[in-house]
């Protein structure tokens, strides 16, 4: 697994947040010249140090991780430690030094280095990135667990389980929730939509990477504009998993170069209160859900959970709010809810 270098409240390599998702300082970018290409041979060592100055004086977040990562990518091993130590000191071929700079002048440009090595961990699943696909960040993996103890306790979902259940994820992305589910259950079945062409693609290839496309329905639909299309293709389910557009709209022009300059911003930008796409896929869930008790699991804005419950108690009669968890940070960065039975009138 790729060794995570910040707190689990990042949402981008080389991004540091101050708060809930959406609050990063934003830095002033520098010109992003290159260092020249080496006349002579260079070791790994040395190259990865003379990177890691370069990256400091220009001002790009995170040096010393940016450079030993590409190193490592560039070496064959996905951290610096991986590595046999003699690979540091031997020298880089003419071919390696040339890859090299091409890599790190793409960090000097401010592109995350999912997006600079093209891939990146997730759990325990390695996923092709590209931009402008929104790249997964660790909270997202509590997500998946919290859905995982859930499902597991479920009938038809454990291993050796005769019969299928299945999760609906609404913005997929790289496909990290539905993927991750589909690997750790066997018997579980995924819906995975996107309003994103270029998500549904890297959903699609990295489905079949890991050999789990055939258990994967992809769909490009928008959850806002394509409402009954979403509801004729996309249920009944078990489970309904997002972690959807939540920052602010205010918080957008706070965003980090890394951010700002490479991902989508319609997978960021949740409107004026960050709710938009959280309100209507609530909206939708009790008439995609599959019984009383299916589930709904949300990462959300800190702020979010108390004016989620609001909304819900005063909008949503077929959801009860269940309970709200927190990340590994201690922030309330997860909500869940649950259909239940409304009992009709006379």
């Not at 699943?125 to 995982?148: C, S």
């Not at 557009?245 to 004026?272: Q, V, W």
């Not at 299916?294 to 959970?305: A, I, K, T």
Request: hydrophobic fraction near 35%; aromatic fraction near 6%; glycine fraction near 6%.
């Amino acid at each position: 697994m790729w060794r995570k270098s910040v707190s689990a409240s990042y949402r981008c390599f080389g991004c540091t947040s101050v708060g809930p998702k959406g609050i990063w300082g934003c830095h002033a970018v520098r010109t992003c010249s290159a260092p020249a290409l080496p006349a002579g041979q260079i070791t790994a060592l040395q190259a990865m140090d003379l990177w890691k100055r370069h990256f400091e004086a220009r001002g790009v977040m995170e040096p010393d991780h940016s450079s030993h990562y590409i190193i490592a990518h560039l070496l064959g091993a996905k951290t610096i430690e991986s590595l046999e130590q003699g690979k540091l000191t031997e020298f880089l071929s003419r071919e390696k030094t040339e890859h090299l700079w091409k890599l790190c002048t793409r960090r000097l440009s401010r592109m995350p280095v999912q997006y600079v090595i093209e891939e990146w961990d997730f759990r325990d699943l390695t996923l092709k990135m590209r931009p402008p696909v929104f790249i997964p960040r660790p909270e997202t993996e509590e997500l998946v667990e919290l859905v995982l103890t859930d499902l597991e306790m479920k009938p038809g979902t454990g291993v050796g389980a005769d019969t299928q259940q299945t999760c609906l994820e609404v913005g997929c992305g790289s496909g990290a929730i539905s993927l991750s589910l589909l690997k750790s259950l066997p018997q579980l079945k995924a819906i995975a939509l996107d309003q994103s062409q270029d998500a549904v693609n890297l959903t699609r290839e990295n489905a079949l990477r890991l050999g789990l496309q055939d258990r994967l329905q992809i769909h490009h639909l928008d959850v806002i504009k394509d409402a009954e299309t979403v509801l004729s293709l996309c249920g009944p389910v078990s489970a309904l998993v997002s972690n959807p557009p939540y920052l602010f709209s205010e918080d957008m022009a706070s965003l980090e170069p890394e951010i700002f300059r490479y991902e989508d911003p319609s997978a960021l930008d949740g409107g004026g209160d960050g709710l938009k796409v959280i309100k209507q896929i609530l909206i939708l869930a009790p008439r995609i859900l599959s019984n009383h008790g299916s589930r709904v699991y949300l990462e959300v804005d800190p702020r979010h959970p108390p004016l989620i419950q609001r909304w819900v108690e005063a909008n949503v009669e077929e959801l009860r709010y269940v309970e709200t968890q927190h990340d590994i940070t201690g922030r309330p960065r997860f909500c869940i809810l649950q259909k239940r039975e409304v009992k009709q009138g006379p």
